[in-house]
């Protein structure tokens, strides 16, 4: 087992990590639960996972009930939230009870949303099911719901209390899904971390397969990288936190395009979006074309998308660029860039002319072509 703390003062919390984890939460749950039901939120797709949950639950004494939501992204709207609020006030659930979010990001977001929210906040846990929410949308307290004009607009920090990481449930996901979580893996190494950017091109083929010690590694680590930055910079006021979005901006827009629909996943979106970080930057002198080249071989050897035609998407710079003017973090009419002097060496940009990045992704299209 490991256990790394998440320190933010009387908000900190520990992420725990340990195969088989599941089958014994109840024990770590049972103290939260105070006696009382314990609501459970997942997804039609997990009945396994949520049946071996509740067994550990009804083991130690809790009871449990389960608000069971349609997969996917469109449950991150008013409509499911509103629903799913309405769901847990008629469960009776209290300030100081914690919900449980059992599933990938859009269960973790949408259910740590609402618990921010439903009475003025209570608490959560957050039980992820995807390589993506393990390492990534788990940590942080980031929560939100989309909006017409754009992914994760509308939401609040609301640290959950405790996070269950059980690699094992890895084992029932679609390989697409696990590579689409290894494209966060690796951002811990582009961001400032050389060294396990190394260990990913060495490793990413058994952690991809399934291998225990690969992928109990991969997720210790990227946690423990998160968890560092979330505990300098909880509410990215500082720019440390910042640098988790490597790839957004562009992966972002490429959702947009896409329709934030199964046809571009998260994942996907982010690696492609972080090749072309690399890209620009060494277009712009900024970073050695060689490193923007390793970037992007290491991420079609694992079978992401490293361009815009990689990633299905066959629009112009200047169509991706508007939809980059949604960006939540556009501040006093400047978007703020994550671009690289090399691998392990991100940097935020805030004088990025997004004229130039319009042209920059026409090239790309016109490469791709």
């Keep these: 087992m490991t256990s790394i703390p998440v320190a ?7 992420v725990v990590v340990e195969a088989g984890l599941l089958g014994r939460a109840g024990t770590w749950l049972a103290p939260l639960a105070r006696g009382r039901t314990m609501a459970i939120v997942t997804d039609e797709n997990l009945a396994p996972h949520l049946t071996t949950l509740q067994a550990s639950l009804a083991a130690s004494g809790v009871r449990s009930e389960a608000i069971i939501l349609a997969p996917g992204e469109g449950s991150k709207s008013w409509a499911t939230l509103e629903a799913l609020t309405d769901r847990l006030l008629d469960l009776g659930v209290e300030r100081g009870d914690h919900v449980v979010a059992l ?4 269960i973790g977001d949408l259910v740590g949303f609402a618990t921010a929210i439903l009475k003025r906040g209570c608490g959560f846990v957050q039980i992820p099911t995807t390589l993506l929410a393990q390492v990534d949308s788990s940590v942080g307290g980031k929560t939100a719901i989309n909006a017409r004009a754009g992914k994760n607009l509308i939401g609040a920090f609301h640290q959950p209390a405790l996070v269950l990481i059980d690699p094992d449930v890895l084992d029932t996901l679609p390989l697409r899904q696990v590579r689409a979580g290894y494209a966060e893996v690796v951002k811990y190494g582009l961001i400032d971390d050389f060294g396990f950017f190394e260990w990913c091109e060495a490793n990413a083929a058994a952690l991809l ?19 560092r930055i979330v505990a300098e910079d909880e509410r990215e006021t500082t720019g440390a936190r910042a640098l988790l979005n490597l790839g957004h901006t562009f992966g972002h827009a490429l959702e947009a395009e896409a329709g934030f629909s199964e046809r571009l996943l998260h994942g996907e979106a982010v690696a492609a979006g972080m090749a072309l970080a690399f890209g620009y930057s060494a277009a712009k002198g900024l970073c050695p074309g060689q490193d923007a080249e390793r970037v992007a071989a290491h991420l079609r050897a694992v079978g992401l998308p490293d361009s815009v035609a990689a990633a299905g998407i066959a629009a112009d710079g200047e169509t991706l660029v508007g939809h980059m003017l949604h960006d939540k973090k556009m501040d ?10 090399g691998i392990g060496k991100s940097f935020l940009d805030k004088s990025v002319d997004l004229k130039d990045v319009a042209a ?7 490469l791709a072509g």
Excluded: M, Q
């Design 8 to 14: 933010l003062g009387d908000r900190s919390y520990d």
């Design 103 to 106: 599933g990938g990001g859009v």
């Design 209 to 227: 397969a399934g291998d225990p010690a690969a992928r109990a590694y991969a997720i210790a680590h990227s946690v423990g990288a998160k968890a």
């Design 332 to 341: 006093a009419g400047t978007l703020p860039f994550l671009l690289a002097r």
């Design 360 to 366: 920059f992704l026409d090239g790309e299209t016109v």
